[in-house]
Nanobody, 116 residues
Framework: QVQLVESGGGLVQPGGSLRLSCAAS????????LSWYRQAPGKERELVAS????????NYADSVKGRFTISRDNAKNTVYLQLNSLKPEDTAVYYC?????????WGRGTQVTVSS
């Protein structure tokens, strides 16, 4: 069965950095694109970044361009999200996502809190 397990969240001061990881299992990882979403309290879930099977194909929300970097390690079945220059408005639960077999699969999320 498909499983996505996020880790790496935490409390960080404005301007700080975090690296999120998403360990995937239950499908042939290298054949699928993956995404990171986030959901802040009282707001809808939004797409943050996505990466295709071709590592050079990445996309970012305008709000995170130049600060966040998505990457993947097909040998480890893991997708990463490097978060730099964090702002209080980046506070949210961050979720890993894969779409396969007409189904969206989600992890349980990891909390990122940016506060002084």
């Amino acid at each position: 069965q498909v499983q996505l397990v996020e880790s790496g969240g935490g409390l960080v001061q404005p301007g700080g950095s975090l690296r999120l990881s998403c360990a995937a299992s239950g499908f042939t990882f290298r054949y699928y694109g993956l995404s990171w979403y986030r959901q802040a309290p009282g707001k809808e879930r939004e797409l943050v970044a996505s990466i295709s099977t071709a590592i050079s194909n990445t996309n970012y929300a305008d709000s995170v361009k130049g600060r966040f970097t998505i990457s993947r390690d097909n040998a480890k079945n893991t997708v990463y999200l490097q978060l730099n220059s964090l702002k209080p408005e980046d506070t949210a639960v961050y979720y890993c996502n894969v779409y396969l077999g007409r189904i969206d699969y989600w992890g349980r999320g990891t909390q990122v809190t940016v506060s002084s």
